[in-house]
């Protein structure tokens, strides 16, 4: 069984669009992230969710907006995409709000907008 | 500003030969510090962190993980390469005041020629 799963696993998409990724934890955890990889492939965090409380990281565009329904899932919705999109996006999550906590991440998704 | 750097892009070795992946970070306060592991086309996998007490951490697949305080450094080690273990390598790092900082090092792939 996949513990972090993330769909779709690859996104091709016009720039203006607007497009979602799905993900679903199955570890019981109750914190969940989003981070994105670029070209170079430098990670970077994007959000955090624990328990309905988003802590958003001020350097992301509100373009990218995280909705979780239930603690198990945590989805990516961006509207207009833009060619600086493309990157590879991972999901992640973590037991607790802890930060020695271990992060579990998901396949990644990737994002290409031409 | 507070950053991770890995300073070696690629490192080869023999199989059956030891290896080090450096990793330092210049991080305010004692931040957490973890290894996590890309394979291609997959997700991170953790390999093992550093949170308090022996700064000798053991983790996942052999690995190990050496945290010097005065040197701001945490390097991966492994004892004897196998083939399996090429892969790409992160550092990253958790300061212990601001849950949405997890700052990844640029990665460093480890290429283990049989």
């Known amino acids: 069984d996949t513990a972090v799963s993330q769909t779709p696993k690859y996104l091709v998409t016009q720039m203006g669009n607007d497009k979602s990724i799905k993900c679903e934890q199955n570890l019981g955890h109750d914190t969940m992230y989003w981070y994105k990889q670029d070209s170079k492939k430098f990670l970077k965090i994007m959000f955090s969710?624990?328990?309905?409380?988003?802590?958003i990281n001020e350097t992301v565009p509100n373009r990218f907006s995280p909705k979780s329904p239930d603690k198990a899932h945590l989805n990516l919705h961006i509207n207009s995409l833009e060619l600086g999109d493309s990157a590879v996006y991972f999901c992640?999550?973590?037991?607790?709000?802890?930060?020695?906590?271990?992060?579990?991440f998901g396949p990644g998704t990737r994002l290409l907008v031409l | 500003a507070q950053s991770v750097a890995q300073p070696e892009d690629q490192v080869n070795v023999a199989e059956g030969n030891p290896l080090t992946v450096k990793c330092t970070y210049s991080?305010?306060?004692?931040?957490?510090l973890f290894w996590y592991v890309q394979y291609p086309n997959r997700g991170l996998q953790f390999l093992l962190k550093?949170?308090?007490?022996?700064?000798l951490v053991k983790g996942s697949y052999g690995f190990e993980a050496e945290f010097n305080k005065s040197q701001t450094s945490f390097h991966l080690k492994k004892p004897s390469a196998l083939v399996s273990d090429s892969a790409l390598y992160f550092c990253?790092?958790?300061?212990?005041?601001?849950?949405?900082?997890?700052?990844f090092g640029s990665g460093t792939k480890l290429n283990v020629k049989p």
């Open positions: 991080v305010s306060g004692n931040p957490y």
């Open positions: 550093y949170i308090t007490g022996d700064n």
């Open positions: 992640a999550s973590s037991q607790t709000m802890s930060f020695e906590e271990t992060q579990y």
């Open positions: 969710y624990n328990n309905k409380e988003l802590i």
């Open positions: 990253a790092v958790r300061p212990k005041n601001n849950f949405n900082k997890f700052y």
